[in-house]
């Protein structure tokens, strides 16, 4: 049994990690906030991640997955994704010409990491169909093996998110005292532009999968 969720967890933790280091809009905005507000912005993130995964694992048991895979919800979810991707990208556009790096400003006005773990996760559709497909094979794999299994799975997969989202972190954190404010506002630009970037292909997405 020892040895079953050694491995549930370890494969588990493998998967994950493969996802976790391709870049997406999570990682991006990560990538963003750890340059003012330092290493807290991976984990939080992740944080918020782990939270609406852990709803998604439930809602997937309770029978959610057929729901996920219809092309209308598919639809419904890349438009809107894109929507948001693109506002926030706008916004990160807007805000450049000022921009400064100042970690703890108090006249800045500070996004709660943790909602934001969970609204960009929920931009990325594609993140829903992995947990319908790939996702919810490795959870009904696990489910035999009883809450031991499930939480063999659960804790290596949001354990490899948090150490990918906590390393980027810290590196970035560690080198903001090298980043000058054009610099600053250089990898802040390049952040958005990449949002902007996801959020056409969210709406390309949307829009083929629509006609």
Not at 77 to 93: D, K, N, Q, R
Request: charged share 10%; proline share 3%; aromatic share 12%.
């Amino acid at each position: 049994m020892i040895l079953t969720l050694t491995t549930i967890f370890v494969s588990s933790f493998i998967i994950a990690l493969s996802g976790a280091l391709m870049p997406g809009p999570l990682l991006t905005v990560t990538v963003s906030e750890s340059t003012r507000r330092g290493a807290v912005a991976g984990p939080m993130m992740i944080l918020g991640h782990g939270i609406l995964e852990l709803a998604l694992i439930i809602a997937l048991l309770a029978g959610l997955a057929p729901l996920l895979n219809r092309d209308d919800v598919f639809v419904v979810i890349a438009l809107a994704g894109g929507a948001i991707l693109l506002w926030m990208a706008l916004s990160m556009f807007k805000s450049l010409p000022r921009l400064r790096l100042s970690l703890e400003s108090g006249s800045e006005k500070k996004q709660n990491l943790v909602l934001a773990g969970i609204l960009f996760s929920l931009a990325n559709p594609y993140w829903l169909i992995w947990w319908a497909s790939i996702g919810l094979g490795y959870i009904l794999h696990s489910v035999k093996f009883g809450l031991p299994g499930m939480a063999a799975f659960f804790s290596g997969h949001i354990l490899a998110d948090l150490a990918w989202y906590a390393f980027v972190s810290f590196g970035i954190a560690r080198g903001r005292d090298y980043l000058s404010d054009k610099t600053y506002r250089g990898l802040i630009g390049c952040c958005a532009s990449f949002l902007m970037l996801f959020s056409c292909y969210f709406f390309w997405s949307g829009l083929d999968r629509l006609i």
